[in-house]
């Protein structure tokens, strides 16, 4: 959970921590669990308290992303978070320490800081992401187990962490250890001024291999104003990716560190030979339906023309693809490529073959939408419009300006039935 993390990340004082706590009775939620240390931790104690705290760890990885905060309370009274440390050694060197010992296998990506307060001593906030080797299992040492915690498997339910049944901990094993994390988007790529790419890239998982899956893509093209431009006469905003340049669910999900594009050559440009608004080059041109110039659905489609007067139009391209395999929910990726007026690129910008970059001023708006929001590295920031503040909607042109208002607007608009 990229929220989660962005939230521990901004977490400096206990106040900022409260933000997350719950309404339960004890001020936690399945994100979320607080672990007081109640006294001096010395040999004869230390091997319990670091079996407690290996149990909630374990639990995160093998569920969700959360929190640990090791050494705070809730106070029921007041209903606010409260240092309860009465340990006087250093928390950050003692979790360091134990880590190693504490789960199996040994995770990675665990993130710490310390909150301190003057009157009441300190806390460690340790931040836990899911887990990419599970099933995780607490560490077996030698201890006084009176909680039955060494060496077996946790979960996180609602606001517990609970034992995982045999059969459950037999079946993760059973499916590599876990559900596969793959994620699917189209990206934009400015080649140059008279074409733009399209491309299908999987950020694969790091061991599974994937033969299955479900995947739909759409994009649509928009104006100087963020409005819809159709491509097709009978079109309706948002136009089929598998319509336009094929499937791709045919083709497997190999494992692998890095992103790929899963089809390639997949070019928007502009050809005035044909009287429609769009026309699909496949492999063999000759095999197209003659009276409507289109490629039949069965050819490997490389390009998509439009008219030339429709490509000077372009000012932005939106993508949107859903997801699913092997029992992980769909999910739908939303990314809006701002590439401004192309037939202008030298007046504000020099876009071949482009970077693109999210900006902080895009944020508040991709997270109302869940979206990402590019544009160009070369693009000025003064050429980003704030207009939001004043609650007015701006639809009159503009080919060089990024009205935060168009965004908006915009992106209400395509995410309205998502």
């Given amino acids: 959970m990229a929220l989660l993390h962005d939230k521990f990340v901004q977490i400096e004082t206990l106040p900022d921590l409260q933000q997350?706590?719950?309404?339960?009775?004890?001020?936690e939620t399945s994100l979320l669990e607080l672990k007081s240390i109640r006294e001096e931790l010395k040999k004869s104690n230390r091997q319990e308290y670091k079996a407690l705290l290996a149990k909630e760890i374990c639990a995160f990885l093998n569920s969700n992303d959360g929190i640990v905060a090791w050494g705070a309370d809730f106070d029921r009274d007041t209903k606010k978070l409260v240092i309860?440390?009465?340990?006087?050694?250093n928390l950050a060197d003692e979790f360091d320490r134990l880590l190693p010992q504490m789960i199996d296998p040994v995770p990675t990506g665990i993130e710490t800081k310390l909150i301190h307060d003057k009157s009441n001593g300190e806390c460690l906030i340790i931040f836990v992401p899911r887990g990419e080797l599970a099933p995780y299992r607490v560490g077996d040492w030698e201890c006084v187990d009176k909680k039955r915690i060494l060496n077996r498997y946790f979960m996180r339910s609602g606001t517990q962490s609970v034992k995982i049944p045999e059969a459950i901990v037999r079946s993760m094993y059973l499916a590599n250890g876990r559900m596969p994390r793959i994620t699917c988007s189209v990206d934009v790529r400015i080649l140059d001024d008279h074409s733009i790419s399209l491309n299908t890239v999987i950020s694969p998982d790091k061991t599974t291999f994937v033969n299955n899956y479900y995947c739909t893509r759409d994009v649509v093209l928009l104006g100087g104003s963020l409005e819809v431009?159709?491509?097709?006469?009978?079109?309706?905003s948002w136009e089929s990716m598998d319509l336009l340049f094929g499937r791709i669910s045919e083709k497997p999900?190999?494992?692998?560190?890095?992103?790929y594009a899963i089809d390639s050559n997949k070019v928007l440009t502009h050809d005035d030979r044909y009287n429609d608004f769009m026309f699909l080059s496949g492999l063999n041109d000759n095999n197209a339906d003659a009276e409507s110039g289109r490629a039949p659905f069965k050819e490997q489609f490389h390009n998509l023309y439009v008219r030339s007067d429709i490509f000077k139009q372009i000012f932005a391209v939106a993508?949107?693809?859903?997801?699913a395999c092997q029992n992980v929910p769909a999910k739908t990726n939303t990314k809006l490529f701002i590439i401004g007026n192309i037939g202008l690129r030298n007046e504000i910008a020099e876009l071949d073959e482009a970077q693109f970059s999210r900006r902080k001023v895009m944020e508040p708006l991709e997270k109302k939408y869940d979206a990402e929001i590019y544009i160009p590295t070369t693009y000025p920031d003064a050429l980003i419009v704030d207009d939001l503040a004043?609650?007015?909607i701006h639809m009159e042109p503009d080919k060089i300006r990024i009205k935060l208002s168009h965004v908006d607007n915009t992106l209400r608009f395509l995410t309205r039935d998502k």
């Fill in 319 to 323: 993508t949107r693809t859903t997801f």
């Fill in 229 to 236: 431009i159709n491509i097709r006469k009978e079109s309706d």
């Fill in 20 to 27: 997350l706590i719950g309404y339960t009775e004890d001020g």
């Fill in 253 to 259: 999900i190999y494992p692998g560190e890095e992103a």
């Fill in 390 to 392: 004043s609650g007015a």
């Fill in 84 to 89: 309860s440390n009465e340990s006087s050694m």
